[in-house]
């Protein structure tokens, strides 16, 4: 069985990815700074942002390696998430509009059952195949 691949037209392609590149930026930020000390006084709050109100955030995803924090996401339809290639093709967990990392607070948990990744993509890190690099970083998981 062949690997699916993810087939845009130039222009419509780049249409998309332009659009749907910043909403990850973004959820992959807030992510990160979900994970930063809060007693930490040298952090800026305005530059590290705020807790969210719970349920606020229904496009955020987190990815799960079994019980273990993997990757970050950006639904961008019903049963799609926008992820990193680098997160890996394989099955995943994923809390659909999770706002905290370390609480389950009645997210949808569902299982990944299909990953789609950009035809570009190098993951490559040996001396063998190429260094993998952020260009064409890009995978959709089904839901």
């Given at each position: 069985?062949?690997?699916?691949?993810?087939?845009?037209?130039?222009?419509?392609?780049?249409?998309?990815?332009?659009?749907?590149?910043?909403l990850?930026?973004?959820?992959?930020?807030?992510?990160?700074?979900?994970?930063?000390?809060?007693?930490?006084?040298?952090?800026?709050?305005?530059?590290?942002?705020?807790?969210?109100?719970?349920?606020?955030?229904?496009?955020?995803?987190?990815?799960?390696?079994g019980?273990?924090?993997?990757?970050?996401?950006?639904?961008?339809d019903?049963?799609?998430?926008?992820?990193?290639?680098?997160?890996?093709?394989?099955?995943?967990?994923?809390?659909?509009?999770?706002?905290?990392?370390?609480?389950?607070?009645?997210?949808?948990?569902?299982?990944?059952?299909?990953?789609?990744?950009?035809?570009?993509?190098?993951?490559?890190?040996?001396?063998?195949?190429?260094?993998?690099?952020?260009?064409?970083?890009?995978?959709?998981?089904?839901?």
């Amino acid at each position: 069985m062949r690997a699916p691949h993810l087939h845009l037209s130039a222009a419509s392609g780049a249409r998309a990815l332009a659009k749907l590149l910043p909403l990850l930026m973004a959820q992959l930020w807030a992510a990160e700074a979900a994970l930063l000390p809060k007693n930490d006084t040298r952090l800026d709050p305005e530059a590290y942002g705020a807790p969210c109100a719970r349920g606020s955030q229904p496009w955020q995803v987190s990815l799960f390696n079994g019980l273990s924090f993997h990757c970050a996401g950006v639904l961008v339809d019903q049963s799609w998430v926008l992820t990193a290639a680098h997160c890996g093709n394989k099955p995943l967990w994923a809390r659909v509009g999770d706002d905290h990392l370390l609480l389950l607070q009645g997210e949808q948990l569902r299982r990944t059952t299909r990953s789609v990744v950009h035809p570009k993509y190098h993951q490559g890190s040996g001396p063998i195949l190429p260094r993998r690099t952020d260009e064409h970083d890009l995978m959709l998981l089904k839901l």
